[in-house]
């Protein structure tokens, strides 16, 4: 399945799977999600991504990514979206729109 994400959603989804616990399968699934998710070293050249003491920063905060995952990632994926308890509010939209492209429809 393609889906379409900004920078920020995109850095949130890798997130998500870098923090994932589990057994020895589930983080094979989210190793192979990571392969896709993290940005390129010329990726994050193309927007100028740093760190700052504030946490990551960038400059093309319109930049659109379209992803090809795997209908099982995706599931992954929706799972760890819905679960995730710390969302920022002043995020709301970008959190709002990434579920709508997951397909999270509560």
Same mark, same amino acid.
């Given at each position: +399945? &393609?889906?379409?994400?900004?920078?920020? *959603?995109? *850095? +949130?989804?890798?997130?998500?799977?870098?923090?994932?616990?589990?057994?020895? =399968? %589930? !983080?094979? &699934?989210?190793?192979?999600?990571? $392969? !896709? /998710?993290? /940005? %390129? &070293?010329?990726?994050? &050249?193309?927007?100028?991504?740093? =760190? %700052?003491?504030?946490? /990551?920063?960038?400059? $093309?905060?319109?930049?659109?990514?379209? @992803?090809? !995952?795997?209908?099982?990632? !995706?599931?992954? @994926?929706?799972?760890?979206?819905?679960?995730?308890?710390?969302?920022? =509010?002043? *995020? =709301?939209?970008?959190? /709002? $729109?990434?579920?709508?492209?997951?397909?999270? %429809? $509560?």
């Amino acid at each position: +399945m &393609k889906i379409e994400v900004n920078t920020w *959603q995109r *850095q +949130m989804l890798a997130m998500l799977c870098g923090g994932m616990r589990g057994d020895v =399968a %589930t !983080i094979r &699934k989210a190793m192979g999600l990571l $392969d !896709i /998710l993290e /940005l %390129t &070293k010329e990726e994050k &050249k193309a927007i100028n991504l740093r =760190a %700052t003491p504030e946490g /990551l920063t960038w400059d $093309d905060a319109e930049k659109m990514y379209e @992803l090809d !995952i795997e209908e099982e990632g !995706i599931e992954l @994926l929706k799972q760890l979206y819905s679960s995730f308890d710390r969302w920022p =509010a002043q *995020q =709301a939209r970008l959190v /709002l $729109d990434l579920g709508n492209t997951l397909g999270v %429809t $509560d």
